[in-house]
């Protein structure tokens, strides 16, 4: 995530704020720039343009900034009153219940981080609205009983979210249910909508043959692979060829935790970079792997440079934790297999942001 400033006053704001708190001036994120602006109102007191840019378009809320879960701008020619994230939406849950607003705003800060390292990309990122066959959809559910669970899943494009997800308790408790390191719900983001663009980006692509060596043969039947997941668990040495035990259950899972990975980690590494870390342990430290000065990692080919960045970063992270008394932040092992599972999904994204030398 970059580091956003307010451009009327230069206080330093959040990707969240849809205001100011130094000047009060509204904020709006543009999409097309992945920039947050402060803005401008027009007379009619609806539209807006941007601050200092007085031949800028005009722009309208997205419809969901009434609920507070939405911060982004829509141009006031657009086909919808939905910006380029919300229109994503197909299902959202019922805004009467007792706590499922601020359920719904949870998903939505994590569907917007999605959608915006998604831009980062250069990822396509359409709505099946407009393309009902190869576009992307969200459903977010609650269950209507304890016999009717919303299952979390990816189907042809349609993503569901069981909106327990957002609530702290009961995500633990899964979490611990599923003997996880790791459970959030931007992490369930990037992990369903890895299936998604596994069809995109591999499915009867030139990039098939490499994710098979990689990754396992796609074509064993799914269903029997989580089944016999799930009554055996993982291989004892899971650890030294997959990200997580999860992954061990088939190659679209494995691609698919590995994926959400990868939006860990070049996500972290541009906030970092954004701030200007720098990583310069004490002399007698200095040799042990620990220095690093992180950059934008989309801006980086080579992705072993992008873990000569990450492994530093993720120890000196776990170690601040282990000072506040909280637990590491980043419970992971990267392998020799695993890292050169992230190193193609990066040549992949590579293609597409025009990272030529990544190809190599």
Known sequence: MKLFSCTHCGQVVYFENSQCEKCHYPLGFESTQLQLRPLVAEPDGRTYRIYNEPASSTYAYCQNHQHDACNWLVPTDSATPFCLACDLNRTIPDLGQPGFLQRWQSIEVAKHRLVYSLLCLHLPVVSKRVYPDEGLQFDFKADESPEQRVMTGHDNGLITINIAEADAIEREQARQAMHELYRT??????????HYYWDRLIAKSPHLEEFRQLFGDDRQDYGEALKRHYAQGAPPDWQQHFISAYA????????AETWAHYLHIIDTLQTGS??????????ELSEQG?????????QVADFGQ?????LPLTFALNSLNRSMGQPDPYPFIISPDVQRKLAFIHKVAGDRVGLESSKK
């Open 290 to 298: 620990l220095r690093a000065a992180i950059q934008d990692p989309y």
């Open 274 to 283: 954004a701030y200007g870390l720098r990583l310069e342990p004490l002399e």
């Open 248 to 255: 061990t259950s088939h190659p679209w899972e494995d691609w």
């Open 185 to 194: 719900l931007l992490g369930h983001f990037r992990h369903e909508v890895g």
């Open 306 to 310: 992008i873990m000569a960045m990450w």
